[in-house]
């Protein structure tokens, strides 16, 4: 149905009066009361409406628990139009038509005004839902009580994702989890909390109207939950490239704004290490992000005029821990801005956005295992500033992809791509870690940021071979930079002025691309052992179990047999098994078992491909009684006895010899 934005009949009011907290269908859904309303401001979007109120429409959560109002805000593209018929099509679109009011705001909160819903959520008119996001994220929210469900966000269309959410979690804090780096509206709120904190948008303004909203509803919400495992809302960037973000502006009078929220913030978080972790998301996202080519753009007069109005901010809230939690380029920025170092400030900036520059400043410089950031006047005598402020050290890590594992005879054989961020690699190693003590294997590194490495069990261990127990696989990355020279050649050596990091394998494909069989590996002069690859709980790291004593990963888990009797009385035992890596003379032999005694028995076996077995033995006759079928391994030293199931595998195999 189409709206105005007056209510003559008080009909809003007695919409919204009361609700009780928490979805009230105690007997199935009651379709004049809806679980969500999603309120959508309109400006001039009607190129995108198909595809953001489309997603609406076509949520799996049953749409008459959805209720949608979409407030067109002085549309002039015919969006006012497309969303009439919209409504004369879906009784749950109430639309409302004001006048243009400046940003997003006012149209938000006039929805929040009008909703009904238990749950409000906020959709961007160009942006769209997952066809499942709202049945996810209500069922989150219902299921923890909670107050603020982020779901997953998923850039488009030449916008990134404000945070990369990547694990699913019923109650995080802001202080120990990404959610405060996205204030933006697009999750869904409890309204009752959303009305008993009166919650509601900056109105007039096109940047930044909701930062005061996200910033009240994290810091007063009692649960916040985050929704990781789908991927509920996509940010598009527009065509036209008129998204708010990328508009110019009054940029001292933005950041005049900012010191008015900011010290809403310092209000509600006293000083210490909790501001400080808000604050290095406020530096990042809004006190330095003008300072980039819209600072560049203007006159001396303009850049100034930014600076006056930056240089509060920076003074009350640049502590020193902000300051080291800064990458190396807004780390020179907040230190020039305080120290007044202007001609400084705009080198560092037209290194980052002058015309024609990379998105880095140059390749960095290594020194004594630190790595500094290229930017201008490092160690320069005219321009002293301190050699902390380009430090990158921290914020270097590895980037590597596992691509390949498989076992070649007893040999596993490992393949991936690594490389180290913004500095390259010179030399690659496995690391293999096991109580405190950690050996080191060579990798192959080539082209492409490519590497490859056999580790041998039998001689890992500096020739010798691995003892047994878990081992951790890492891989080890160095960069030598210009300053250290080539590298050495020794495999166990790195030069005192390398950089050097470590990093968890973890398999592309997890669990399922990985061959986590146990099978048998040469060990050395002491014979055979069992050896098992594993990923490790919740982190999916790669291990390596080596288990003479079998008790841990045991062999033949598929190991599944039948017994038969012929008219004659003859019984005969028959089963198959895989057993990955089993040397060509081991013996297998059935044997049979009860409380006390054990019986071997003659058995024939024949090997078929991919290490399948398959042994049978005929028994003539024998010591009456009920017997436990076992197949026996032995192979040098290593000696096990695998039991037997039966063809269902619901029991073990059993053999009964009449007396």
């Known amino acids: 149905m189409s709206d105005n934005p007056t209510d003559p009949t008080g009909a809003a009011d007695a919409a919204r009066a009361g609700r009780p907290d928490g979805p009230q269908h105690p007997d199935g859904p009651d379709r004049s009361a809806p679980t969500v309303t999603v309120i959508v401001p309109v400006h001039n979007t009607r190129r995108y409406l198909d595809r953001s109120l489309g997603s609406v429409f076509a949520q799996t959560l049953d749409p008459h628990r959805i209720e949608i109002i979409a407030v067109d805000d002085g549309s002039t593209d015919g969006s006012g139009a497309w969303l009439d018929e919209a409504a004369a099509d879906h009784p749950r679109l109430t639309v409302v038509h004001q006048p243009a009011s400046g940003g997003a705001g006012r149209p938000r909160n006039v929805g929040l005004d009008r909703a009904t819903g238990d749950y409000v959520f906020f959709l961007d008119s160009d942006d769209h839902l997952g066809p499942e996001a709202l049945a996810r994220l209500i069922r989150m929210a219902e299921e923890h009580h909670s107050d603020v469900v982020y779901g997953r966000i998923v850039g488009a269309e030449g916008r990134g994702a404000p945070v990369d959410l990547r694990t699913t979690n019923p109650r995080v804090s802001v202080f120990d989890s990404p959610v405060y780096w996205s204030l933006a509206a697009y999750k869904l709120f409890r309204r009752s909390f959303v009305e008993r904190h009166r919650l509601r948008f900056v109105e007039g303004r096109l940047l930044a109207e909701d930062l005061p909203f996200g910033i009240a509803a994290l810091l007063r919400a009692e649960t916040i939950s985050v929704l990781a495992d789908y991927d509920c809302y996509y940010l598009h960037g527009r065509d036209d490239d008129s998204n708010a973000s990328r508009q110019d502006m009054d940029w001292p009078a933005y950041l005049a704004y900012i010191d008015t929220v900011l010290t809403g913030v310092a209000d509600e978080v006293p000083p210490g290490p909790d501001r400080d972790k808000l604050m290095v998301r406020h530096f990042h996202g809004e006190i330095l992000m003008p300072f980039a080519a819209p600072y560049l753009a203007r006159d001396e007069a303009g850049r100034r005029a930014m600076r006056e109005a930056a240089r509060p901010l920076v003074d009350r809230y640049l502590t020193d821990g902000v300051l080291a939690a800064l990458p190396p380029g807004l780390r020179l920025r907040a230190h020039c801005l305080r120290a007044g170092l202007d001609a400084e400030l705009a080198a560092v900036v037209r290194a980052d956005s002058g015309p024609g520059s990379a998105p880095a400043p140059g390749p960095p410089r290594i020194e004594d295992g630190r790595a500094y950031a290229a930017y201008p006047h490092f160690r320069d005598p005219d321009h002293p500033l301190p050699d902390a402020l380009y430090d990158l050290t921290s914020r270097i890590a590895v980037r590597q992809r596992l691509t390949g594992v498989q076992w070649v005879g007893g040999v596993l054989h490992l393949h991936g791509t690594a490389t180290l961020r913004a500095v390259g690699a010179d030399r690659v190693e496995l690391i293999l870690h096991r109580s405190g003590a950690h050996l080191r294997v060579p990798a192959a590194y080539g082209p492409d940021d490519t590497w490859h490495a056999a580790l041998d069990p039998a001689t890992a261990a500096l020739g010798e071979p691995l003892t047994d127990g878990i081992w951790g696989l890492k891989i080890a990355v160095t960069a030598h930079g210009a300053a250290t020279g080539p590298a050495p050649d020794a495999a166990d050596a790195t030069p005192s002025g390398a950089l050097r990091r470590e990093a968890w394998l973890v398999p592309e494909g997890g669990e399922s691309a990985t061959d986590t069989a146990p099978r048998v590996v040469s060990h ?57 890596g089993c040397p060509a003379d081991a013996d297998l032999q059935f044997v049979l078992r009860d409380a006390t005694r054990c019986v071997a028995l003659r058995t024939t076996v024949e090997r078929a491909a991919g290490d399948r077995y398959r042994a049978r033995s005929r028994l003539r006759g024998g010591p009456p009684g009920t017997w436990r079928v076992a197949l026996r391994l032995t192979a040098g030293g290593l000696r096990r006895e695998i039991p037997v199931r039966s063809a269902d595998g619901k029991g073990p195999l059993t053999l009964k010899v009449p007396g």
């Open 524 to 580: 050395g002069p002491a014979g055979p052992t069992v050896a098992a690859l594993f990923l490790s709980s919740p982190h999916r790291h790669l291990h390596l179990d080596l288990d003479h004593d079998g008790a841990r990963r045991p062999l033949g888990a598929d190991l599944r047999g039948a017994t038969a009797r012929s008219r004659t009385g003859r019984a005969t035992v028959d089963a198959r098994l895989t057993l990955p």
